[in-house]
């Protein structure tokens, strides 16, 4: 029998991420705000980060605390001896090279399912909850239905969060990544979880997952507000970027451009090749410098808002995304949310909805050479792209109100 909404009414929907900052966190947030909008739903998001309060009652966000101190562990923290799980863990990353982005381990020292808001939801949906969530002991504790978005591979992985950085670091870490994929997979042997992936690309990886193969999958890639992007003129967004010629300009943004998974090394390495054609560069997340004199360089340190960076967005002719491996990026959704072409590598999410030469450009494998051919093609216009278009194209895949939709009827499915 089909349910409806109205026969459940309100579905509770308790939203579990470790923060609501980051590209996940921001994913999760955007979400839970398209929820929030829709009827018979009652929708709850818990996090790790104080927030003010007018917020948290606006919005329905509730903080998690770590578990208190015992008695014991502060008889030891006193004598210099901290049994808690992260210090625990720390010791096994202490003196080791650190050749990847971030490692999460199974353990932690909060308990989410001991809130209320889990222990009384119809639904709980996970999101990125690394260094949150304490797999054996709320995966024991929780008996409804499971929803997790996956943002990347850690949650059917071991320690790491993508292969490249697993790959490099097997001389340091084999053992600890096998001992925490068995305790994630005695975790989730009896749960009941559905898999939500973001591209075809990470349903692949995770349906051929030991610790999550085993549940169904769906692909619902995320969604974004309409009314936070609106198409601004060109011109205007450049004067405001402090580019005064025609010349072409070329965006990249990343949290940190030393990230080697981002392939920021791959955009550097080709830019130094293109001596040929003035054009500019605008850089969000560091300063460039050493390339030839016929690119102008234009970097902002601090962006402290959507709208300021889709001014960024909105003067640039083309958006590169050279990342190694990536899932469905935040800033590939907001480029064609702004009418702004993406040029990226043909790997991750990116090969499912980079369409050449429409929205555009995939070049195929990790080297600046396929880079460098892609941006030479660009700036000698090859291609022309229509801005409206591109922005049609986001509405139509991307929008707010269609994710929401998605989701209930996974939902509603499920229950």
Not at 228 to 234: A, C, F, S, V
Not at 259 to 287: M, S, W
Not at 301 to 315: F, P, R
Not at 328 to 345: D, H, I, K, R
Request: hydrophobic content about 40%.
């Amino acid at each position: 029998m089909k349910i409806s909404l109205t026969n459940i009414s309100p579905l509770k929907i308790s939203t579990v991420c470790t923060s609501v900052t980051g590209g996940a966190g921001i994913a999760a947030l955007r979400l839970h705000k398209g929820l929030l909008k829709k009827q018979g739903l009652d929708p709850y998001l818990l996090q790790q980060q104080k927030i003010p309060v007018a917020d948290a009652n606006r919005l329905n966000i509730g903080q998690v605390l770590p578990l208190p101190l015992s008695i014991k562990e502060k008889l030891l923290m006193k004598a210099g001896m901290d049994t808690r799980v992260k210090t625990k863990n720390l010791k096994i990353i202490a003196g080791k090279p650190k050749d990847y982005e971030i490692i999460s381990f199974p353990e932690s020292s909060y308990r989410i399912e001991k809130e209320d808001k889990i222990k009384t939801a119809d639904i709980i949906h996970l999101h990125w909850v690394a260094n949150f969530l304490n797999y054996p002991t709320f995966f024991k504790n929780i008996h409804q239905p499971v929803v997790w978005t996956l943002h990347d591979m850690n949650p059917f992985m071991g320690l790491f969060h993508y292969e490249g950085d697993r790959d490099r670091n097997q001389n340091f870490f084999s053992a600890f990544e096998k001992k925490a994929i068995e305790i994630k997979k005695s975790a989730v042997r009896s749960a009941n979880i559905h898999v939500v992936c973001l591209s075809e690309w990470l349903m692949q990886k995770s349906k051929s997952s030991e610790i999550l193969g085993k549940f169904p999958h769906y692909l619902i890639p995320n969604g974004m507000n309409q009314e936070d992007h609106t198409l601004m003129d060109r011109s205007v967004a450049r004067e405001k970027a402090g580019i005064v010629n025609d010349h072409p300009a070329i965006l990249f943004v990343a949290q940190n451009l030393q990230n080697y998974r981002k392939g920021f090394d791959i955009f550097y390495d080709a830019l130094l090749q293109l001596k040929e054609t003035p054009f500019h560069v605008i850089a969000v997340g560091g300063e460039i410098a050493g390339l030839p004199e016929n690119i102008s360089v234009h970097s902002f340190k601090d962006i402290t808002s959507q709208q300021e960076l889709n001014v960024l967005y909105a003067a640039a002719d083309l958006f590169v995304l050279p990342s190694r491996e990536d899932n469905l990026p935040n800033v590939m959704l907001e480029s064609f949310a702004n009418g702004t072409p993406v040029l990226s590598l043909d790997t991750g999410g990116m090969k499912d909805w980079v369409v050449e030469g429409e929205n555009g450009i995939l070049v195929p494998g990790f080297e600046s050479g396929s880079l460098l051919q892609g941006i030479r093609n660009f700036v000698a216009g090859k291609y022309t792209f229509n801005r409206e278009a591109i922005m049609s194209f986001f509405y139509k895949e991307f929008n707010e109100d269609l994710q929401a939709d998605r989701y209930i009827e996974l939902y509603k499915s499920i229950l």
